[in-house]
């Protein structure tokens, strides 16, 4: 296993020699045919002064700023009811193109679960994937019922967001990057030995302590303590990272950072927490059912390895209720919302190495 930084935190990753903690190239200098050790520093923006350079680096599988309008993606290929490529330098990112996602409360009057996604295969699976975007959330709104995705799968696969089931380990897995009414987030994770939350210990026994009567599989959550809340109107800087584990093992792995700040980390042996039902606590927590905190045991989460990574979801999925619900959670707290859910995208890139938001 080879070393990767994530927002200045080492965490294992699997992939080429181009990941590992050294990187070396050739240099004009010194003796004739003589190199020197260049020291790799974690991420794609700190080897490159531009970002127009980074995206050219081999390690990167797809890549977009919006600046061509559409066509990088598989779909859509142009505007949608929810999806808005537009030009306006003075809030895009970088440039003047950027994505527009809105969705409206009329529009969920009439249609109960609206999801406004682009999607995009990459042009190889991997077992090791980085995604960094920038993301700017207009004004106080409900956050989507869940956010983006990543996949993983065989290439016949094709059952990634399909909820409340257990994917089996020889075809698939995969896990969203959510955000909740605190505007801080999460891992909703899916793979094929997630806990249940029908008994305390995560299995579906009927008559195991804290039976719930049903057995229910919906997404494991990861939500790390202590975060800070993101500033709406305001772009900020999201890079995750995903490594599957070695057939047989559970070192699998999960990160995610802000603003090239870790805040997640999910590995073999670390965080220490306490699994209730089907969420993990990091550093414990304070129910009757809760037991001490123990190290994450990682992520066992292919039983193949024909199962990569595959393709991400930029999705903004809502559901009439949970809006409505959170709308509500707003307004309690005295704040006006807006009756739209907009969240604007640029600057997207994926890699099998370490990103980094840089400079750019």
């Known amino acids: 296993m080879s070393v990767c930084i994530l927002g200045g935190l080492v965490v294992g990753c699997s992939g080429s020699s181009n990941s590992a903690s050294n990187h070396s190239e050739s240099s004009g200098g010194a003796g004739a045919g003589g190199t020197t050790a260049t ?167 009927p008559g195991c302590t804290g039976d719930q009567g049903t057995t229910y599989y919906y997404g494991n959550g990861f939500q790390p303590p202590l975060q800070q809340p993101i500033v709406r109107d305001t772009w900020f800087c999201i890079e995750i990272m995903g490594k599957a584990n070695g057939v047989g093992t559970s070192d699998g792995a999960l990160a995610f950072a802000i603003n090239d700040k870790t805040v997640g980390d999910y590995r073999r042996g670390y965080p220490d927490g306490t699994w209730l039902r089907d969420s993990f606590h990091t550093g414990g927590c304070t129910f009757s059912a809760c037991t001490p905190p123990t190290p994450f045991e990682g992520f066992d989460f292919r039983s193949s390895a024909e199962v990569q990574f595959k393709g991400i979801f930029l999705d903004a999925y809502y559901e009439r209720g949970t809006t409505a619900s959170r709308r509500a959670e707003l307004e309690a707290k005295g704040l006006t919302v807006l009756s739209e859910q907009t969240i604007y995208y640029d600057d997207i890139v994926v890699a099998t190495e370490p990103i980094g938001c840089g400079k750019f």
């Not at 790799?40 to 081999?58: I, T």
């Not at 995009?120 to 994937?129: A, C, L, Q, R, Y």
Request: one cysteine or more; a negative charge.
């Open 39 to 205: 020291p790799y520093k974690g991420s794609l923006s700190d080897r490159y002064s531009d970002e127009a350079s980074l995206v050219k680096d081999p390690s990167v599988l797809f890549h977009d700023d919006f600046e061509q309008g559409w066509g990088r993606w598989e779909d859509p290929a142009k505007n949608t009811q929810y999806l808005f490529i537009e030009n306006a330098a003075g809030l895009a990112h970088g440039g003047s193109g950027y994505l527009r996602s809105t969705v409206t409360e009329a529009e969920l009057a009439v249609q109960q679960y609206i999801s406004s996604s682009p999607r995009v295969s990459f042009p190889k699976p991997v077992d090791t994937i980085y995604w960094r975007f920038y993301a700017r959330f207009k004004g106080i709104a409900p956050t989507p019922h869940h956010w983006v995705r990543m996949s993983a799968g065989t290439p016949a696969y094709s059952s990634s967001g399909l909820a409340n089931t257990v994917p089996p380990g020889d075809q698939g897995f995969w896990f969203d990057f959510d955000a909740n009414i605190d505007d801080v987030f999460n891992f909703y994770v899916y793979w094929y030995k997630m806990r249940s939350g029908r008994c305390n210990d995560g299995s579906a026994t």
